[in-house]
């Protein structure tokens, strides 16, 4: 590895977090997405609002009648941004052809090879605008790069999302979980790194 004069790393190093984003996760990936409530008595006590108990259970019915929806993404590492790299995600989940969720997230590396801030804006629903938000979160990269676990806002709960990568580093499976629901998300990539 180079060093630029101020100590800032110009390309990949084996620091778990540019394994797991710029050597597995680059690319293309597909798959399908879950949300069910395990929980509704604590979803109705919890304090996330109406408008996110009403999501909540819209996305558990629709799921329910119509099965699990498809997860599309697309990472671009960028190991020459920032002090460590950052990858930019695109991540959308749909059925029938409509959006359900759109996620674009830029993972901002720390230079201690296993911390990432993620940059994120969401979007609810097919209508652009309607529901939408920015927000920052962190991640934990371990296992020297295999692994990953998030801890994300969503629906106005607090997640928990452990993510980990398969031997062959060409699926990904993850679990994410609140206090009154759980997700899941089941990818292989499809698509060779951009």
């Keep these: 590895m180079t060093m630029e004069p101020e100590g800032i790393p110009r390309h990949r190093t084996n620091a778990p977090n540019h394994v797991y984003y710029f050597d597995i996760g680059t690319g293309t990936w597909q798959g399908k997405a879950t949300f069910r409530v395990t929980s509704w008595r604590r979803l109705l006590r919890s304090r996330i609002g109406l408008t996110n108990k009403l999501l909540a259970t819209a996305m558990h019915v629709v799921q329910l009648l119509t099965g699990a929806p498809r997860q599309h993404s697309t990472i671009v590492a960028k190991p020459h941004e920032g002090e460590f790299g950052r990858a930019d995600n695109v991540l959308r989940i749909s059925k029938f052809g409509l959006t359900l969720y759109l996620l674009d997230e830029q993972y901002v590396l720390e230079g201690n090879g296993t911390g990432v ?78």
Excluded: H, K
Aim: glycine share 6%.
């Design 117 to 194: 801030t993620v940059r994120a804006v969401e979007r609810l629903g097919p209508v652009p605008r309607l529901l939408t938000r920015s927000f920052t979160y962190s991640a934990e990269i371990r296992d020297e790069g295999m692994a990953a676990t998030y801890r994300m806002p969503l629906l106005g709960a607090m997640w928990t999302a452990n993510y980990q990568v398969a031997a062959d580093r060409q699926s990904l499976l993850a679990e994410l979980v609140c206090d009154w629901g759980t997700a899941t998300e089941d990818t292989r990539r499809v698509g060779a790194p951009v």
